[in-house]
């Protein structure tokens, strides 16, 4: 652990809880930025302040600032909202974005393109609907993921409910977010002063922390991505409690061995009334040894990996509860990833899963995908669940209401997930250019020219129907979890990626390196190749990323040893 | 007269002894020449020490009688460049010249005046014609009850305007009007001289020098000339062989449009290099650019008339085939009045010719704003000749550019901001003759140019005064070149720039420049408004308001104003936002606070370059 705090951990510390100078910079007419220790603050609000990257070289020679804008992102627990939620958000989008909504890799809504001057009534927007911004991003606990699993209808609820308590749990206390975005007039110069966060510390977090629910056989959410993943536990179709397994996470720096993805792993097993304490001290101990000199090393996998592994882990979370940690109990993941089309959940009513390609709704002249999905929110009397591979469901549809459902997705091609081939239903790509200032590389723009090329090559191995995940990340963050994909490309420089292969269809398993650093015809060459060796040689019924491990194309790194259980 | 006599004058000047007998031992023996030289540097040197050409000094009655006073009204330097010269010839000619601007001469000096020419341009602010910024206080006084009976009094008007507007030659006709109506007796016909001053100036000069030797009879003896071929020393030593007519081709260095998408607006921020040409100007003066027009505009006049762009025209002595008339030496993208009526006429065209009289001014005005040549030609048909064309079309003169750069910083370059004027007619893209010239120009090529100076848009002398700079959209240009000086100069004063356009996002001129100047301190505040970002509209004028008591408390403190940009709306509504700032702040009516300001104005210190 580096002794030296990074610069971060002052301007946390010294900004009387996240409100810095943000207000004086958003009333600066001299830009559309805020000063960049602000940015910071700023995204435990949920918001990033971004630019233009396409114009930034044009802007520069016209003497003019980059094209700063600020991308705003959803808390929004278990990716649920309701139909008068999706029409008030559309239409914020249609006010104050610029690139429709998007749906991201953690079940919520992103905005992107709000000028400086639309912020405040963006997010003041978004509270007036009954949902916030609040830690959506930022050193904290954030947005609490959940299997939108629709099939087991009472489970789903009860581990609903528990995310939402969770999220209410550990949430930032701090008064700056009202102060910020919601109160009118002059905010009272000494109101931080009355403000704590018994749970973060003034400094709150050294980095990110994320939890998530998965609802077996379903891994949706890629629960082994959590840096604390909850797996529920059901037994005789109840909900007995909660697996516990932390230490996942996808980010890695380019070139820097010491960074790497990793799964989560088993460590216990807590009941429900146990969770909220559990996962309560699991961010103390992350506060407590989490590095705080150096955010390369700063999560949970590298404070378990460097401390002394998950037995270390154990105890020290143990030593901080009330109660004693169980054993995990048996459950089983069947696949990750959505399933598209219709299912009838307990009660009766019936869930329609959409595909989305990247979770971008966005009317443009060929497609009118937003529109359709509001006019479907307006006759919609149910909800609306966001998934973790960016797509839609809408849930909670009673059987004489999903005809006029379907028309208006056949109206506006929102029913590609009947016709796409397997690999375009299940793609998932990072937003990445122009707006994500860590990009080496397209992600989301490039998508659908990729999956053109590479359906010619599955057309020619009659892999067409083929379920094959493939993600795609602008740069090695990893955003669309394509460490644990079946295909990935992790983009190292403009035209250039990463191509690894091997993961598995239940996300738990990483795939590993095939080519480093190439280009689309060398990603094609060896694609074809290896369809056509998949074609040839799949066992009944096997994965492609299951082949791929099996016949040692690539040898998938190991996971932690399993922690023994007296 | 001999240096004797200059000296002995000299002696007779409100002068402390010992300086007046310095300038008498300093001008002994000098000859013609080198005493000009000398007037040139001594206004040079006052202009120096309060950014202003000396007031003139009283002068007892018996020297006003021989001698001649020619007074200028100049906004952009024209009426200036013409009243000198004609104050060079007039001195060469041996006649005792009195030169000063409007603003520098005491108004109780008139009625002593026995010869006096004067030279004004006419502005405008919307409908209203106003005179030159350095006039106002001379027509004033003109039109004043204070004015006195002037029946000893010669005089000529060369009235200076632009026939594009309305109202052409307003001012110059009011105060020859006025002078006759005091009693004064007109030497010769008012002249009116359009955009291309010189075909009128030149022959009126002549004519007024001609005059003026007869009125000052047989006193007057021809100075002696330095140099054998004839040439006189220019007033001002400093500028070089350039000039208006005789233009500098310079290079193109950087043509960058400095603003984003816009729904089509186009700035351009531009280079050219002057390397070579010695030319030196400062912050506040203009860089004259002559425009070449379009071939497709060209191509579209002579198919429309049905002309033949190789046949020969000669006009003022000059052949040059008719494409190259309409290309390099005629306005087609601005109409005059005379042109319509004379079109009119051809093509018996009564509705258009009603349009020509007194009462239909406003759609006149419509029809000038609005239509270029070709609009005109296509929607009013007549037939005219290669030859009549070229002499009823107005020559072409060339356009003004606020410098946008310090030799301080640039060295031997001048820089621009140029908006490019254009919009369709009939779904036609219709173009400013000059901006669409200079749109077009690629790194490398080159354009005509010339500096036009400007004395009365000048940083203060003194590098601790502070100055406030009020130049939305390209009226931001000069405070570039203001900017870069003071900082160049290590000035202490303050500066304070005051910017508006559109949108911030997309048409901040200069954005990063003065996000820069801020960090260094170049630039001690920056207060914009962006009329289109909200709701209700906000502009320059709304933010001097906001501030109004800082405003208020730089200007009590000695800070200099300038103003620069839209002379329809910008500056009046600029100058009413100041008149309540001064009179909310300085305890004073609305009234006091604007003869504060127009004190301001005379002085020197309120000094406006609008377009
Ligand atoms: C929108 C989203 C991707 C998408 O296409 O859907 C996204 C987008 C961004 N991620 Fe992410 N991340 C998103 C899910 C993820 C995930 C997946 C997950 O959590 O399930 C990961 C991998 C898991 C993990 O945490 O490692 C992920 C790992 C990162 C990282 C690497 C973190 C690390 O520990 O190294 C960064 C960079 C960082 O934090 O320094 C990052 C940073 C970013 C930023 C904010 C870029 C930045 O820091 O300037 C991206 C904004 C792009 C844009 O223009 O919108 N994002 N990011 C996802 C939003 C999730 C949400 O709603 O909260
Ligand atoms: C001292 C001074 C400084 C100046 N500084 C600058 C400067 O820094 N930057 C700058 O950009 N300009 C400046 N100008 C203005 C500049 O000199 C020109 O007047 C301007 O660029 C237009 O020239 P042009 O030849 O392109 O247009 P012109 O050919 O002179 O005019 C085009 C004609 O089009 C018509 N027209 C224009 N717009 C419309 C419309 N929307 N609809 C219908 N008809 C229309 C009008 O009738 C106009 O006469 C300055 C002017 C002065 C006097
Ligand atoms: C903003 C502006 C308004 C003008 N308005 C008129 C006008 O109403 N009538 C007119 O005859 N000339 C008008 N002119 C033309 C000027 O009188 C003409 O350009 C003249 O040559 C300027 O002389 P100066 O440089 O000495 O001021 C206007 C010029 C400008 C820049
Ligand atoms: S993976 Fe990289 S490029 Fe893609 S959104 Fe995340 S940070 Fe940006």
């Given at each position: 652990m580096?002794?030296?705090?990074?610069?971060?951990?002052?301007?946390?510390?010294?900004?009387?809880y996240?409100r810095?100078?943000i207000?004086?910079?958003?009333?600066d007419?001299?830009?559309g930025a805020?000063?960049?220790p602000?940015t910071?603050?700023l995204?435990?609000?949920g918001?990033?302040?971004q630019?233009?990257?396409?114009i930034?070289?044009?802007r520069?020679?016209q003497?003019?600032?980059p094209?700063?804008?600020f991308m705003v992102?959803?808390?929004?627990?278990g990716?649920?909202?309701?139909?008068?939620?999706?029409?008030a958000?559309?239409?914020?989008?249609?006010?104050y974005?610029?690139?429709?909504?998007?749906?991201?890799?953690?079940?919520?809504?992103?905005?992107?393109?709000i000028?400086k001057?639309?912020?405040?009534?963006?997010i003041?927007?978004?509270?007036?609907?009954?949902?916030?911004?609040r830690a959506?991003?930022g050193?904290?606990?954030r947005?609490?993921?959940?299997?939108?699993?629709p099939?087991?209808s009472?489970?789903?609820?009860e581990v609903?409910g528990?995310?939402l308590?969770l999220?209410?749990?550990v949430?930032?206390q701090?008064?700056?977010?009202?102060?910020?975005?919601?109160?009118?007039?002059?905010a009272?110069?000494d109101?931080w002063?009355?403000?704590a966060e018994?749970?973060?510390?003034?400094?709150?977090l050294n980095?990110?922390y994320?939890?998530?629910?998965a609802?077996p056989?379903?891994?949706?959410i890629d629960?082994?991505?959590?840096?604390?993943?909850?797996i529920?536990?059901?037994?005789?179709?109840?909900?007995?409690?909660?697996?516990?397994a932390?230490?996942?996470?996808m980010?890695?720096?380019?070139?820097d061995?010491?960074?790497?993805?990793?799964?989560?792993?088993?460590?216990?097993?807590?009941?429900?009334?146990?969770?909220?304490?559990?996962c309560?001290?699991?961010?103390?101990?992350q506060?407590?040894?989490?590095?705080?000199?150096d955010?390369?090393?700063?999560?949970?996998?590298?404070?378990?990996?460097?401390?002394?592994?998950?037995?270390?882990?154990?105890d020290?979370?143990q030593?901080?509860?009330?109660?004693?940690?169980?054993?995990?109990?048996p459950?089983?993941?069947?696949?990750?990833?959505?399933r598209?089309g219709?299912v009838?959940?307990?009660?009766g009513k019936?869930?329609?899963?959409l595909?989305?390609q990247?979770g971008?709704?966005?009317?443009?002249?060929t497609?009118?995908r937003?529109?359709?999905?509001?006019?479907?929110?307006?006759?919609?009397k149910?909800?609306?669940r966001?998934?973790?591979d960016?797509n839609v469901?809408?849930?909670?549809?009673?059987?004489?209401?999903?005809?006029a459902?379907?028309?208006?997705?056949?109206?506006?091609?929102?029913?590609?997930?009947?016709?796409?081939?397997?690999?375009?239903?299940h793609?998932?790509?990072?937003?990445?250019?122009?707006t994500c200032?860590?990009?080496?590389?397209?992600?989301e723009?490039?998508?659908?020219?990729?999956?053109?090329?590479?359906?010619?090559?599955l057309a020619?191995?009659?892999l067409?129907?083929e379920d094959i995940?493939?993600?795609?990340?602008g740069?090695?963050n990893?955003?669309?979890?394509?460490y644990?994909?079946?295909?990935?490309?992790?983009?190292?420089?403009?035209g250039?990626y990463?191509?690894r292969?091997?993961?598995?269809?239940?996300g738990?398993r990483?795939?590993?390196?095939y080519l480093e650093?190439t280009?689309?015809e060398?990603i094609?060459?060896a694609l074809?190749?290896?369809f056509?060796?998949?074609?040839?040689?799949?066992?009944p019924?096997?994965?492609?990323g299951?082949?791929i491990?099996?016949?040692?194309?690539?040898v998938?790194p190991a996971r932690?040893?399993?922690?023994?259980?007296a | 007269?001999?240096?004797?006599a200059?000296a002995n004058q000299?002696?007779?000047?409100?002068?402390?002894?010992?300086?007046a007998?310095?300038?008498?031992?300093?001008?002994?023996?000098?000859?013609?020449?080198s005493l000009?030289?000398?007037?040139?540097?001594?206004a040079?040197?006052?202009?120096?020490?309060h950014?202003?050409?000396?007031a003139?000094?009283?002068?007892?009655?018996?020297q006003t009688?021989?001698?001649l006073t020619i007074?200028?009204?100049?906004q952009?330097g024209?009426?200036?460049?013409v009243?000198?010269?004609?104050?060079e010839q007039a001195?060469?000619a041996?006649?005792?010249?009195?030169?000063?601007?409007?603003?520098?001469?005491?108004t109780?000096?008139?009625?002593k005046?026995?010869?006096l020419?004067v030279?004004i341009?006419?502005?405008s602010?919307g409908d209203?014609?106003e005179?030159?910024?350095?006039?106002r206080?001379?027509i004033?006084?003109?039109t004043?009850?204070?004015a006195?009976?002037?029946?000893?009094l010669?005089y000529?008007?060369?009235?200076l305007?632009?026939?594009?507007?309305?109202?052409?030659?307003g001012?110059?006709?009011?105060?020859?009007?006025?002078?006759?109506?005091?009693g004064?007796?007109?030497?010769?016909?008012?002249?009116?001289?359009d955009?291309?001053?010189?075909s009128?100036?030149?022959p009126?000069?002549?004519?007024a020098?001609?005059?003026?030797?007869?009125?000052?009879?047989a006193?007057?003896?021809?100075?002696?000339?330095t140099?054998?071929d004839?040439?006189?020393?220019?007033?001002?030593?400093?500028?070089?062989?350039w000039?208006?007519?005789?233009?500098?081709?310079a290079e193109?260095l950087v043509?960058?449009r400095?603003v984003?998408?816009?729904h089509g607006k186009?700035?351009r921020?531009?280079?050219?290099s002057l390397?070579g040409?010695?030319?030196?100007?400062?912050?506040?003066?203009?860089?004259?650019?002559?425009?070449?027009?379009?071939?497709a505009l060209v191509n579209?006049?002579?198919?429309t008339?049905?002309?033949?762009?190789?046949?020969?025209?000669?006009?003022?002595?000059?052949?040059?085939n008719?494409?190259?008339?309409l290309?390099a030496h005629?306005e087609?993208?601005?109409l005059t009045?005379?042109?319509?009526?004379?079109?009119?006429?051809?093509?018996?065209?009564?509705?258009?010719?009603?349009?020509?009289q007194p009462?239909?001014?406003?759609?006149?005005?419509?029809?000038?704003?609005?239509?270029?040549l070709?609009?005109?030609?296509?929607?009013?048909?007549?037939?005219w000749?290669?030859?009549?064309?070229?002499?009823?079309l107005?020559?072409?003169?060339?356009r003004?550019?606020?410098?946008a750069?310090?030799?301080?910083?640039v060295?031997?370059?001048?820089?621009l901001?140029?908006?490019?004027?254009?919009y369709?007619?009939d779904d036609?893209e219709?173009?400013?003759?000059?901006?669409h010239?200079?749109l077009n120009?690629?790194?490398g090529?080159?354009?005509r140019?010339?500096?036009d100076?400007?004395?009365r848009?000048?940083?203060?002398?003194?590098?601790?005064r502070?100055?406030?700079?009020?130049?939305?959209?390209?009226?931001?240009?000069?405070?570039r070149?203001?900017v870069q000086?003071?900082?160049?100069?290590?000035?202490?004063?303050?500066q304070w720039l005051?910017?508006?356009?559109?949108?911030?996002?997309t048409?901040?001129?200069y954005?990063?420049e003065?996000q820069?100047?801020?960090?260094?301190?170049a630039?001690?505040?920056?207060?914009?408004?962006?009329s289109?970002?909200?709701?209700?509209?906000?502009?320059?004028q709304?933010?001097l308001?906001?501030?109004?008591?800082?405003?208020?408390?730089?200007?009590?403190?000695?800070?200099q104003?300038?103003?620069?940009?839209d002379?329809?709306?910008?500056?009046p509504?600029?100058h009413a936002?100041?008149v309540?700032i001064v009179a909310?702040?300085g305890?004073?009516?609305?009234?006091?606070?604007d003869?504060w300001?127009r004190?301001?104005?005379a002085e020197?210190?309120y000094?406006?370059?609008?377009?």
């Amino acid at each position: 652990m580096t002794d030296k705090l990074s610069a971060l951990e002052h301007i946390k510390a010294d900004s009387r809880y996240l409100r810095g100078t943000i207000a004086e910079g958003l009333a600066d007419p001299l830009t559309g930025a805020i000063s960049d220790p602000d940015t910071k603050l700023l995204k435990f609000h949920g918001s990033y302040m971004q630019d233009n990257r396409d114009i930034r070289d044009e802007r520069r020679k016209q003497k003019l600032e980059p094209d700063y804008q600020f991308m705003v992102r959803l808390r929004l627990p278990g990716g649920v909202l309701t139909a008068p939620q999706w029409l008030a958000m559309d239409e914020l989008a249609e006010r104050y974005a610029e690139r429709g909504l998007r749906i991201t890799t953690r079940q919520t809504f992103q905005f992107h393109g709000i000028r400086k001057e639309h912020l405040r009534d963006m997010i003041h927007g978004i509270n007036d609907c009954g949902l916030s911004t609040r830690a959506a991003c930022g050193d904290d606990t954030r947005n609490v993921i959940t299997s939108v699993n629709p099939e087991i209808s009472s489970v789903y609820d009860e581990v609903f409910g528990w995310a939402l308590k969770l999220k209410d749990h550990v949430a930032t206390q701090t008064s700056a977010y009202e102060e910020l975005w919601l109160n009118d007039g002059p905010a009272d110069p000494d109101a931080w002063k009355k403000d704590a966060e018994p749970l973060y510390g003034k400094a709150y977090l050294n980095r990110k922390y994320k939890f998530g629910f998965a609802i077996p056989p379903n891994n949706d959410i890629d629960v082994f991505n959590q840096d604390f993943g909850l797996i529920a536990i059901i037994e005789d179709g109840k909900l007995a409690g909660f697996n516990i397994a932390p230490g996942g996470s996808m980010g890695t720096t380019a070139g820097d061995p010491s960074t790497y993805p990793s799964l989560g792993d088993l460590i216990g097993f807590v009941t429900p009334d146990q969770l909220l304490e559990t996962c309560w001290q699991s961010i103390v101990v992350q506060g407590t040894f989490g590095d705080r000199g150096d955010r390369k090393h700063a999560r949970l996998k590298y404070t378990i990996d460097r401390n002394g592994g998950l037995p270390w882990y154990r105890d020290q979370l143990q030593s901080r509860l009330s109660f004693k940690l169980a054993p995990p109990r048996p459950y089983h993941f069947t696949h990750n990833g959505d399933r598209f089309g219709w299912v009838q959940g307990e009660h009766g009513k019936w869930h329609l899963t959409l595909s989305i390609q990247s979770g971008r709704l966005l009317d443009d002249a060929t497609q009118k995908r937003r529109t359709g999905m509001r006019e479907i929110a307006r006759i919609h009397k149910g909800n609306f669940r966001l998934t973790c591979d960016q797509n839609v469901v809408i849930a909670g549809v009673d059987e004489a209401d999903k005809a006029a459902i379907d028309a208006l997705a056949a109206q506006y091609q929102l029913d590609e997930y009947k016709t796409a081939s397997g690999i375009r239903k299940h793609a998932i790509s990072c937003v990445a250019l122009p707006t994500c200032g860590l990009a080496m590389a397209e992600s989301e723009r490039y998508l659908p020219t990729i999956l053109t090329k590479m359906e010619v090559l599955l057309a020619k191995y009659d892999l067409l129907q083929e379920d094959i995940h493939f993600r795609m990340s602008g740069c090695p963050n990893g955003c669309s979890r394509p460490y644990i994909s079946e295909i990935a490309l992790v983009g190292r420089a403009i035209g250039r990626y990463d191509l690894r292969l091997g993961g598995d269809h239940a996300g738990e398993r990483l795939n590993a390196v095939y080519l480093e650093n190439t280009d689309e015809e060398h990603i094609l060459t060896a694609l074809d190749e290896l369809f056509g060796r998949f074609a040839a040689e799949r066992e009944p019924g096997e994965h492609f990323g299951d082949f791929i491990a099996r016949v040692g194309v690539v040898v998938p790194p190991a996971r932690r040893p399993a922690l023994e259980y007296a | 007269m001999s240096t004797q006599a200059v000296a002995n004058q000299l002696a007779a000047l409100p002068l402390p002894p010992a300086k007046a007998r310095l300038a008498a031992e300093l001008v002994q023996g000098l000859d013609g020449a080198s005493l000009t030289w000398l007037s040139g540097y001594m206004a040079g040197a006052a202009a120096q020490l309060h950014g202003l050409p000396a007031a003139v000094p009283a002068v007892p009655a018996n020297q006003t009688d021989t001698r001649l006073t020619i007074l200028y009204g100049s906004q952009t330097g024209n009426a200036k460049r013409v009243a000198e010269g004609l104050a060079e010839q007039a001195r060469t000619a041996g006649l005792t010249v009195n030169l000063a601007r409007a603003d520098a001469y005491r108004t109780s000096e008139l009625k002593k005046e026995r010869l006096l020419y004067v030279v004004i341009s006419t502005h405008s602010v919307g409908d209203a014609i106003e005179p030159p910024d350095d006039s106002r206080g001379l027509i004033e006084f003109l039109t004043s009850k204070r004015a006195p009976k002037l029946p000893e009094l010669r005089y000529a008007v060369l009235a200076l305007g632009d026939t594009s507007y309305p109202d052409f030659c307003g001012i110059g006709r009011q105060v020859d009007e006025r002078l006759q109506a005091l009693g004064a007796t007109r030497l010769f016909a008012r002249g009116e001289a359009d955009a291309d001053v010189d075909s009128v100036a030149k022959p009126w000069t002549e004519q007024a020098l001609a005059k003026a030797r007869e009125t000052a009879g047989a006193t007057a003896q021809p100075v002696a000339r330095t140099s054998s071929d004839g040439v006189v020393t220019p007033l001002h030593p400093a500028s070089s062989a350039w000039s208006r007519q005789r233009p500098f081709t310079a290079e193109v260095l950087v043509n960058q449009r400095i603003v984003a998408d816009n729904h089509g607006k186009d700035v351009r921020h531009i280079e050219l290099s002057l390397e070579g040409s010695g030319i030196t100007y400062q912050p506040g003066d203009a860089l004259g650019v002559w425009p070449r027009q379009a071939d497709a505009l060209v191509n579209a006049v002579l198919e429309t008339l049905k002309l033949d762009g190789d046949s020969k025209v000669e006009h003022d002595g000059e052949t040059r085939n008719l494409r190259e008339w309409l290309t390099a030496h005629r306005e087609l993208t601005a109409l005059t009045k005379p042109f319509i009526a004379a079109h009119a006429e051809r093509g018996n065209h009564a509705d258009l010719a009603a349009l020509t009289q007194p009462e239909a001014r406003e759609q006149l005005a419509e029809l000038l704003g609005t239509y270029q040549l070709l609009d005109l030609v296509r929607q009013w048909p007549a037939t005219w000749t290669a030859q009549e064309l070229v002499s009823a079309l107005r020559p072409l003169a060339p356009r003004m550019y606020s410098i946008a750069s310090s030799q301080a910083q640039v060295g031997e370059e001048v820089h621009l901001t140029v908006a490019y004027v254009h919009y369709t007619h009939d779904d036609e893209e219709r173009w400013g003759a000059a901006t669409h010239y200079l749109l077009n120009l690629a790194e490398g090529d080159t354009a005509r140019v010339f500096i036009d100076t400007n004395d009365r848009f000048r940083l203060p002398a003194d590098p601790a005064r502070d100055v406030i700079m009020i130049g939305p959209g390209t009226g931001v240009a000069p405070f570039r070149a203001f900017v870069q000086q003071r900082q160049e100069d290590g000035a202490t004063g303050r500066q304070w720039l005051f910017f508006g356009n559109q949108h911030r996002r997309t048409d901040f001129l200069y954005q990063l420049e003065w996000q820069q100047a801020l960090r260094d301190d170049a630039l001690t505040r920056l207060s914009v408004a962006f009329s289109r970002d909200q709701e209700h509209k906000i502009y320059v004028q709304d933010r001097l308001r906001e501030a109004g008591r800082e405003v208020w408390q730089w200007l009590d403190g000695g800070a200099q104003l300038y103003i620069c940009g839209d002379a329809d709306h910008m500056a009046p509504d600029v100058h009413a936002a100041l008149v309540d700032i001064v009179a909310e702040h300085g305890g004073k009516s609305a009234d006091e606070a604007d003869a504060w300001l127009r004190q301001l104005m005379a002085e020197g210190r309120y000094a406006r370059d609008v377009y």
